[in-house]
């Protein structure tokens, strides 16, 4: 997923509510306010007498919109949590009667501990390589998962100031838009009757998607089929050349009641998605084989995947992988957390 564009300072410097007016032809003003007419769908131009509102001028860009604003409060959120953790560590290190050095040595410091072949192999693993390819080192591999445990130590002490600090990030996070995801036909996980939809819109091909695949684990195993519905919908970037064909292979597997195995199967083995790749996963899990082939290589399911392609542009989703959790817009590989927060506010009745 690239990265969001900074915001020029001095469009953040301006700030939202400026309430000016600009005058832009014959008859048309733009009243560029927070709080213009027309409460939560302001009116953000006039012309011959008629009233454009943001939710009509916004609507094809919704989505970027957001994407600028929870930049900044990222941002922000970020800027606050480091200057809390450094005084804490600072409040610390004086009650302690030490240096901030000397405490941080103290509490995060020592032996990690040998790190295992094992270890070595899992971690690899997990990103789809493995010490076979002449790139990675195995001495390398081994000091930056020591490093990942300082960190964690770090991490974890840090965390423990900050709750026995009773910290409170009191900046407000931004309200994502709410968007109307068409479902029907497209392949699920759970009941249709669950409370929380949550819509994936994924490339097979993306290195980020892989990442949502832990945590879609976790939320089926916490959640369970009655309360978390999951929809899969194809988003096929067009830098990847292997998307689509990984898609209409998925489709193929859907057809015969495995694509969750199979779409499994293709975020684990990210490298292996040449056509005899794709082929070889059906044999692996035992699909009628002269049946998927048939259907993979006459492209049967094209229409679906660019039906849903479509559906995203149209929706403003521009990254993947990206959620819509019951119509709120969820982008990047977030952690659990994340999702957990949203399901939970949809299940105690909140949203």
């Known amino acids: 997923m690239a990265a969001p564009k900074k915001i020029p300072t001095n469009f953040i410097q301006m ?8 005058l832009i032809g014959v008859g048309v003003t733009l009243l560029v306010s927070g709080t213009g007419m027309g409460g939560g769908d302001p009116v953000v ?3 011959n007498g008629k009233n454009l509102r943001s939710s009509e001028a916004f609507a094809s860009i919704k989505t970027r919109l957001f994407d600028l604003e929870d930049e900044v409060y990222r941002t922000k959120e970020q800027a606050i949590n480091d200057a809390v953790e450094q005084r804490l560590i600072d409040s610390e290190a004086r009650k302690q009667n030490v240096t901030v050095e000397q405490l941080l ?8 501990g040998e790190v295992t072949d094992q270890e070595i192999n899992d971690f690899l ?3 789809n390589l493995s010490l076979t390819d002449p790139r990675i080192k195995k001495d390398d591999v081994k000091e930056y998962l020591k490093y990942r445990r300082r960190f964690d130590k770090r991490q974890g002490f840090v965390a423990t100031l900050k709750k026995n600090a009773n910290v409170k990030v009191l900046v407000q996070e931004p309200d994502a838009p709410k968007l109307t995801v068409d479902t029907e036909g497209y392949p699920t996980w759970g009941s249709p009757k669950a409370s929380v939809t949550i819509v994936e819109f994924s490339d097979f091909e993306c290195p980020y998607c892989s990442r949502a695949l832990p945590v879609l684990a976790q939320i089926k195993k916490e959640y369970g089929p009655d309360k978390v519905r999951i929809v899969f919908r194809d988003m096929p970037l067009p830098s990847h050349s292997r998307a689509i064909p990984a898609a209409l292979a998925s489709h193929c597997a859907n057809e015969q009641g495995k694509f969750w195995e199979y779409h499994d199967a293709l975020f684990t083995n990210q490298a292996q998605l040449a056509d005899k790749d794709l082929k070889e996963h059906s044999k692996t899990l035992k699909l009628d084989e002269a049946k998927f082939n048939e259907c993979f290589d006459s492209k049967k399911f094209m229409a679906i995947v660019d039906k849903s392609a479509k559906e995203a542009s149209s929706l403003g989703i521009q990254a993947t992988p990206s959620f819509v959790i019951n119509g709120t817009l969820i982008q990047g590989a977030q952690p659990f957390e994340k999702f957990k927060a949203k399901i939970d506010k949809v299940l105690n009745g909140k949203s």
Do not use: H, L, P, Q
């Open 125 to 127: 693993g997990s990103k």
């Open 15 to 22: 700030g939202i509510g400026a309430g000016v007016g600009v």
């Open 105 to 112: 040595d103290k509490e995060t410091g020592g032996e990690v």
């Open 45 to 47: 131009a006039t012309y």
